[in-house]
């Protein structure tokens, strides 16, 4: 582990931004899918028993590959492939932001927006790296919640096709902030992905976010040199740039005792 630390990179999904499930929400997502898709199914049945086994076989290949695909390749080849095609093409961006929607609305975590202002007021660049798919929603989202200033680079599986542990997506972002990966942290709630590809390009520190109930065998590759319970416990790590509080780190044995969560 390095102590040098001058950037900091995050995890979207379970780490930065939590779902919370809203019924009208999310049907409000599956009818539009259905209309897109023009089917007289009930959206929620044609949701449930065609989008989402197809889903599944896509993200079978997507983990397999490290790739995230394009939108009309998304909804071309894997879940609306029998549906007319000049329609789901024009719909393909439109249709992959209701999908997401599906999921139930997305909302930055306790404590976010102001540790994530703090570190900027501290010196650190901060950055996103996070496996999604479609292109619109995380701008979207930047710019309603005045968020864009504060991220140095913002990598979306979505936009390079590249998904973690892939190192290219990390790359892509160390690259854009211009501070070595020695220099620089990640923070993520998915060992296996996060943490893995953070030490493939050799980040100088890497940390779980642990708000949920995942559990994971910790080895060489995939242990973190922390854990954290809070995203405000970031303040509490990095006071300034170029240096780690190391009091402040919680073993991530403390999270996966014997390797494992209780």
Known sequence: MNTDIRA??????????????????????????????????????FYDEVITPRYDLYR????????EAPEQVLWRRWLAYDRDPERISKYAGELTY????????????????????????????VGIISDLVGTREI???????????????????????VRKPGPAIYYYAIDEVGIPAENSAFLGDNLDRDIIGAKAVNMGMTIAAKWGAKKYTLNAENRPDCVIYAFPQLLDLFPEPGKVNTQAMIPPEDAWPGGKDE
């Open 60 to 67: 079978e290949w997507a983990l397999k590959y490290y790739c």
């Open 98 to 125: 209701q999908y997401r929607r599906t999921k139930g609305r997305r909302v930055v975590v306790d404590g976010g927006v102001e540790t994530v202002k703090e570190l900027n007021r501290r010196g650190f660049a």
């Open 139 to 161: 701008d979207e989202w930047l710019d309603e919640d005045g968020l864009r200033p504060y991220f140095k680079t913002v990598q979306q599986s979505s936009v390079c096709y």
């Open 8 to 45: 900091i990179y995050l995890d979207l999904g379970d780490t930065y931004r939590v779902i919370r499930k809203e019924k009208d929400y999310i049907l409000d997502a599956k009818r539009k899918i259905a209309q897109m898709c023009d089917t007289d199914e009930d959206p929620e049945i």
